[in-house]
């Protein structure tokens, strides 16, 4: 009795467990935490900093905020909805102020969350065309993350520059 009780135990946790590690459901969970990271990153910023930038030729804090929710906005509509990405739009809509930039980041941070959470996990697969060749959806969806991270990670030295404590990493 009690190996029957082990054994479906284990069934059940091992059927709970595999559909909490999709390759879809760990990129959402590491999304929400890039998302949470780097919202940090904007709070601690002074609002006054927000046009520094190391170099004349870099651009400055804000502008690579807004070019990180513009990657995400071009990435998700393109790949993961049914509309047409309209970068012209998208600039239209540019946030001035500090706390407009942290609604617009969390908004495309969401954008994203949701139109990945509505794909299907097979359509991951999915070959799809893109400027450097042929990818997958799951292709893409480590582009988002990975273009997010590289230009974190320049923001984390623009904090460092103007002797702001980048805040503690958020992993997995």
């Avoid at 513009?70 to 990405?85: Q, R």
């Avoid at 999915?126 to 969806?141: R, W």
Wanted: charged fraction near 25%; include cysteine.
């Amino acid at each position: 009795m009690m190996k029957r009780a082990s054994v479906l135990l284990f069934l059940i946790s091992y059927s709970v467990m595999s559909q909490q590690s999709t390759p879809k459901s760990a990129f959402l969970e590491k999304w929400s935490n890039s998302k949470e990271y780097l919202l940090e990153m904007v709070r601690v910023m002074p609002e006054d900093k927000f046009a520094y930038s190391p170099t004349k030729d870099k651009m400055d804090f804000k502008n690579q905020l807004l070019h990180i929710c513009g990657n995400m906005a071009w990435l998700s509509t393109t790949y993961f909805s049914d509309e047409e990405f309209d970068r012209k739009k998208f600039t239209e809509n540019a946030p001035d102020t500090k706390d407009e930039v942290i609604r617009f980041i969390e908004k495309s941070f969401d954008i994203v969350y949701d139109r990945v959470q509505n794909t299907s996990d097979p359509s991951l697969l999915t070959e799809v065309d893109f400027f450097a060749g042929p990818k997958s959806k799951l292709q893409i969806l480590n582009l988002l993350q990975d273009h997010v991270t590289h230009h974190r990670g320049q923001l984390i030295v623009y904090l460092n520059l103007n002797k702001i404590k980048p805040p503690k990493y958020v992993g997995w």
